[in-house]
């Protein structure tokens, strides 16, 4: 196993939503990378509905493929390069089918894209999706459209997102887009723009909407979640001075989290990422006071070294980030906990690279997703330091804390072995059409046999077996919450 990837089954899978009458024109939209992608295509596909566009999983079909793509990794990119591949291959037969790429590798490599790529007749980055009908315009036309003009305040909050190929049961509303924090090896920061905070009323009426739809549980989405910032405005007049008004009018991340989990109290939330140097206490106890916040808490920690941490421009220590964890155990002491990690980054030596086995040892998070480091065009650390980490090494290191990760994995299953724990029915096991498989609110995969029960339900599992990844159980009843 080189690298763990969120969601690995829906990578590239073609998205389907439900046809719009009268739309004649096909759309084919595969996406790639991060859930704020996955999301992002939800708002590419509604407002594509609007100009005639219903979607299909046929290619060959297709009027008009739209690739969503990730720039996080060297990896990525050329996964998308293979894929603008087999595009080609197909305008061949199909010479109408105009060709769109989408995304963070949009917005890194602009216009070159049209120069480098010739297949491609479309370069839309990440904040510019409300132009696409202007922009479709210009490709009918027959010329190249490019729109890579990052915002400092588009949230697509005016935009209710079309449901794609989802269960019908979880689905990502996002909060935040873009990333102030500039770690320094990481692209985001150029691809998605200035981070932005969205009006909490507009995140409210999603999460309500998707209540009325049937939808049971909801991810906050954004790639820093804890520095969620709304200004609700107010009277100047009203308040001794503009910090006071601010003050007296934000919503923080903690706030937002109660707002969402009073609006619905039988939805499960959750959230994601967040980041160790913004996460406060408030946050915590507000997941503590709300039984339908789940307790688990995604938390990339990169590495172990504070030396490394550091060069990652990431602004906590290691000793700080034990303290954190020491805290969230303390407030909520049944929380899952899942860390990203990144091997051989410049200059990593050894030891550094036993600290990080040490950490996650005190830690023995639940899960993880561990990455070679990856240089990228751009990036503070490309431009300051030297990727001299040899590729046998990285790989080395990378084993062993894939190893690793897998010891406690295993260690953390077990521990729910002979308890009684809250599943929501997500869909079918992969593995046996006669079992459900679902998440506990730790996040962690449980099936378990179907009997009456459906997707959906929320319901009591004894776990009576595990592997490393997923638990293994009987359902013993409702849980309070479906009633
Ligand atoms: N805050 C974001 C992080 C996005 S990137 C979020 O919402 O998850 C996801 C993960 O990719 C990071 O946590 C990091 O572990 C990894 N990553 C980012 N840049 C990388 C690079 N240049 N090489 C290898 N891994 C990287
Ligand atoms: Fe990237 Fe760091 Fe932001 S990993 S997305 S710059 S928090």
New binding site residues.
């Given amino acids: 196993m080189e690298e763990k990837v969120i969601d690995e089954n829906k990578q590239g899978e073609a998205l389907v939503l439900e046809a719009k009458e009268g739309n004649a024109r096909k759309l084919y939209i595969e996406s790639y990378g ?1 859930q704020m992608n996955f999301s992002d295509s939800e708002i590419v596909a509604s407002i594509l509905a609007e100009q005639g566009f219903n979607t299909t999983q046929q290619m060959e079909e297709a009027d008009l493929v739209l690739v969503n793509t990730c720039s ?2 060297d990896k990525a990119e050329q996964t998308v390069r293979k894929r603008l591949e087999k595009y080609n291959a197909v305008k061949k037969i199909n010479p109408k089918m105009k060709v769109g790429v989408l995304g963070c590798m949009a917005e890194r490599l602009k216009s070159k894209f049209l120069e480098e790529e010739k297949i491609v007749d479309m370069v839309v980055g990440p904040d510019a999706y409300k132009d696409l009908p202007n922009l479709l315009k210009e490709v009918e036309e027959g010329r190249d459209a490019v729109n890579v003009i990052l915002s400092k305040d588009e949230t697509y909050g005016d935009i209710s997102p079309v449901r794609l190929g989802g269960n019908g049961v979880t689905a990502f509303v996002s909060i935040t887009r873009g ?1 102030d924090n500039m770690c320094t ?4 920061p150029f691809t998605r723009g200035r981070e932005r905070s969205r009006d909490p009323k507009s995140i409210i009426e999603e999460v309500n909407d998707l209540a009325a739809k049937g939808y049971k549980e909801i991810t906050l989405l954004g ?2 979640v804890d520095s969620y910032l709304w200004y609700g405005g107010g009277l100047k007049k009203d308040f001794k001075n503009a910090t006071e008004m601010q003050k007296a009018t934000a919503t923080n991340f903690a706030q937002l989290l109660e707002l969402v989990a009073q609006a619905q109290p039988k939805m499960r939330i959750r959230f ?2 967040s ?1 160790p140097q913004d996460m406060t206490e408030d946050v915590l106890h507000s997941m503590a006071k709300y039984d339908n916040i789940c307790n688990y808490i995604h938390l ?1 920690v ?1 590495s172990g070294s504070t030396r490394i941490l550091k060069e990652m421009n990431r602004q906590h220590t290691r000793e700080e980030y034990f303290e954190l964890i020491d805290t969230v155990k303390r407030i909520i002491p049944d929380c899952g906990i899942s860390q ?3 091997t051989g980054f410049p200059t990593e030596t050894e030891e550094d690279h036993q600290d990080t086995l040490s950490l996650m040892e005190y830690v023995k998070y639940d899960f993880g ?1 561990m ?6 065009p751009g990036t503070m650390a490309a431009r300051k330091l030297e990727d001299n980490i040899p590729e046998e090494v990285k790989k080395r290191r990378l084993t062993e804390i894939v190893d690793l990760q897998q010891k406690h994995s295993a260690y953390r299953t077990q521990e729910f072995v002979g308890k009684t724990v809250e599943v929501l029915i997500e869909k079918e096991s992969r593995k046996s059409d006669a079992q459900w498989s679902g998440r506990t609110q730790q996040n962690t995969v449980a099936v378990f046999p179907k009997e009456h029960y459906k997707v959906g339900d929320f319901v009591m599992v004894k776990i009576e077996d595990c592997t490393s990844a997923t638990l293994i159980g009987k359902a013993v009843g409702y849980s309070k919450v479906n009633n």
């Fill in positions: 991060c996080i990794r990333c090896f990481c692209v985001v790639q820093n994601s990422t980041n990339p990169q990203d990690m990144i997703f990455f070679m480091y990856s240089e990228r």
